[in-house]
């Protein structure tokens, strides 16, 4: 059976095993973290990050939850331990600017060497990756060279911005954050328009872009020809370099850097990209904790090293929020990096006071007089809390960030009621605020108003137009049906009146041709079986009858007729049997059976050799006017 943490990973008889090298690496796999990860967690010497500790405590099957309440009020004792008196010679997650030109070291060789090429051509782009110092080496290495240098970022309206940066007049134009042009602008004529200003701008010009939207550099032809001559990749920096952005800074305030701190530092740091911010911040929190002047190792391992300083400082500083208050925190960080990109959000829609105050005393994020934005996109990988908030919900965090669009372009249009969500996208978003019940701005609220009372007016007039389209489908059936009914009305009075024609026809042949008169008669019944068309079939019958009676039996006649040479008649139920005079001289007259209603015709039922009986037979149903 496996043996329970006592809750001292330190002195527990379970854990105590792993000083040796064989239950180490079995902790690890159960844990999930490297072996050194875990045997710096149990020593004692810094605090872990929230996940190692937790990951141990899991290895250790201790319990989870008092551990995390034990960590985070460690790490608010902590951080209110921390010595901040005096300048400080790092700037944690901020870029160098201008005014700490005289802190900025490690890329002096990079720095003259732009200036030198600045001197022969008006315009340069700096590439280089998140978090390798591009910000920091145009606005304190080559800004604070020029007397009237500018700096602006494009932001989601980049036309407002530069124009307002070129009414300055300035002599050197530093576009950082140029990728903004692409994650905030949406509008492809302001882009256009905006590098058309900036690659005719009067003044010397110097870009900043993450190298990742290089591509996105070369979708426009101008740009792309700008370029072609103008590229500088910045990489990371060397060992010398990084020596000189450590020692360096702490000089310049009177502190020296620790022998064993500066070596573990550039073994860390050294090749790996993005590290930088990183770095800063791990040295800010280690002059925190230094001893009297001195950055010491212990000092940075208490800090959580450069893997685990910003993760410990976030959590610190979200531990000293209340319930209510990390629920604000996580939508305004969530909304500040919904896919894992920084983005700016309007100052005035942040909800929270007190919970900016701490997050930008902290410095994750960045507080102007009119916008918020994370200080650093390594936050979003440095702290394992809001990764994970990242990574939960992809597709919640991409429609807040379609909806926060949506609501300032519906504001920008002086709420257009055209820009308003509509259908599947309403009910996208709808599904998407009641199961995760974010923190909306204002306007995001008013947009989301705004829509759903105009789809209930859409609902209402669709179903107005169902009905209508309902009741004229019913007028229109019962329009079609009253003309099937006339039509069919008209066809029997016309075929009435043919009936009426041919009897009277039948009537006017009755003295002269007798036989043409009877068939006449017949097909005047067969036509509509009116009172006169049966009145002319039986006058013909009788006028042409002298008397002789016959028997029809044979035929399947239930009544006696007379026969003499002439046409005769039966019926049998419903059934009518005319007879006319054979073509030969037998005496014995034959009859034909008619159908019922069905209209078809049945052979004769006996027949005399030599004969040949001449017939006529029809249904006979009721007889009409």
Known sequence: MTARCCGSPRTCGSCAPTRGNRATGELSRRAHFSASTLSDAAGGRKLPGLDATLA????????????????HDLAVVMAQSKVSDGPSPCVSLNPFTALDADRFFGREALTHTLLDRLQRQPFLAVFGASGE?????????????FPDAVVCTPGPDPDAALADAL???????????????????EDEVQRTAFLDALLAADCRRVIAVRSDFYPQCAQYPKLAEALTDAQVLLGTMTPDELRRAITQPAASVGCTVETALLTTLVAEAAGRSGVLPLVSHALLETWHRRRGNTLTLSGYQAAGGIQGALAQSAEAAFATLDDEQQRLAKHLLLRLGADGTRRLVPRQDVVGEEVLDVLADTRLITVDEHTVAVTHEALFQAWPRLRAWLDEDHEGLRTHRRLTDAARTWQELGRDAGSLYRATRLAETTEWLTRARPELTGTEREFIGASRTLERRRSRRLRWVAAGLSALLLATSATAVVAVQQRREVDRLELVRRSQELAETSEALAGSDPERAARTAAEAYRTYPTVKARGRVLSAVAAASRGREITADGAGLGRVLKHNGAWSMGFVGEKIAL???TASTSTTPRAWATPGRSGSVTAPATCSAGTSPR??????????D
């Open 615 to 624: 017939t006529a037979a029809w249904p006979c149903p009721r007889a009409t």
């Open 579 to 581: 007879m006319g005079p």
């Open 56 to 71: 141990y405590v899991r290895a250790c099957h201790g319990d989870e939850a008092a551990w995390e309440r034990r960590w």
């Open 167 to 185: 009414a300055h007049g300035p002599d050197l134009l530093v576009v950082d954050q140029f990728e903004e042009l692409f994650t905030l602008c």
């Open 133 to 145: 110092g591009k910000s920091s080496l145009l606005k304190a290495g080559i800004a604070a060279k």
